[in-house]
């Protein structure tokens, strides 16, 4: 019974990207713990393994398995919604090996200690050209696989939108090569974290696009899908992808005005908030019908994660609170709880639907990683805000007292973030050796 299913994974023309993906989570999370550790232990690997190398190869590991892991859920859903099917599989063949061999070129010049870029693409730059250029194969292939735009539900706006706009604000997170932009260090950081605010925005798009359409199906009703509330939604958060960044610069010397339209449309997202409260409660009700979908069970969890990163981000958002926030764990905890709460999970969501898993959950080593994965989050995300909220105190009340001082008073909230980001690891790596040890059942 359980062969069929599974082995559709294995034809699946997104099953190559959803597996490099998988590589990538588990290699962000030994780095990840690696440089939690480094925190406990200042020096640790510090000849050649120093937290300059670990940090980026963590981060990069992550970003790149959101990115990889959202394209192949649209590839996925692309097949399976359109009528003509994926446009060239030879495309999407050439952008995977292209994207994966780069990637992991990236992770090998990061160990030997070679860098050149900044912020998320700390590589060299010569390395973001094949980057973009299976960017540009991705664009073609999504837009020549949609047929009319007429009629079409939201998840495909979502989309082609997230597919175009990633591409602009990849290229202009690469401005600072140009003098013109380097010159000006206000107009240079403006530019660069403006271009990093959309291009998650951008991503975000993709996977929550991704996300409506497996809602839609595991509730055989589109009528969200070409719902006013449901454009109205996808307009708002365009809106914000191309304006909410302000709130990462409110400490440059920019114009007011900058920072009064960034802030507004960043309280935007009460909206959202509200209308997941308001939602709540006939969200419950449909958790009792799906609760034995493992991909369901993920959707579940990512809503929760939606919820409170929503929460901290407006409150981030607020010029009187950001001052305290900015440069401390806090800005990490909500980074965290995106990209793992919402992001990640959403993804596992997809894996494990086409995956096609769908017997009850009646696993206890699943049930079990899924309970360890998100109380140890909890504890995580909970544990970076602490240490945020001491050193937000220290940077504005007691700046005299040495910085080593204050790290050292960070201490025990650094080894409860470890110890649950053990945890966290573990949920991951269980359900990773879970779907891989499926995969091979089916060979």
Known sequence: MMMEPLNSLRKSPAGKFFFF???LLATALIFGLTG???YLIPGLFRDDFSFEKVRPLHVSSAVFW???????????????KSDKGIYSEKLMNI???????????????????IFGGREYWEFHPYLAIPIGIS????IINVFKSLSSLRKKPVYIWMWMTGAAFFLFTFIESYLWLIPFFRANIVGDMMIQWKSYGSMVGCWNMLIYG????????????????????????YFLGLF???FNWGHHIYTLPAPKYVQYISYGVSMTELILLGRIIILWRSSLSTAKKNYHLYSYRFLLAADIWIFLTLILAIMMSVPAINVYTHGTHITVAHTMGATIGINSFLLLAFIFDVFGVKEKISAKRFTAAYFILNISLFIFWIALIIAGVLKADWQMHSPEIPFAEMMRRLRPA??????????????????????IKHHRLTK
């Not at 960017?135 to 991705?138: A, H, R, S, T, V």
């Not at 991704?210 to 449901?230: P, T, V």
């Not at 649950?420 to 573990?426: E, K, L, W």
């Open 95 to 113: 952008q995977f090996y292209l994207l994966s061999t780069t990637v992991i070129l990236i992770l090998i010049t990061y160990v030997f200690g």
């Open 21 to 23: 993906g998988l590589f």
């Open 66 to 80: 959101i990115i990889t892991t959202a394209i192949g859920g649209v590839y996925h859903y692309i097949k399976e």
């Open 240 to 242: 914000n992808l191309m």
């Open 414 to 435: 650094f080894i409860v973030f470890f110890v649950a980001g053990i945890g966290v690891a573990t949920g991951f790596l269980m359900i990773i050796f879970k779907i």
């Open 135 to 138: 960017w540009i194969l991705f």
């Open 36 to 38: 939690a550790l480094q």
């Open 210 to 233: 991704s996300s409506i359409y497996l809602m839609d199906r595991i509730s055989r009703n589109e009528k969200y899908s070409f719902s006013k509330i449901g454009f109205l939604l």
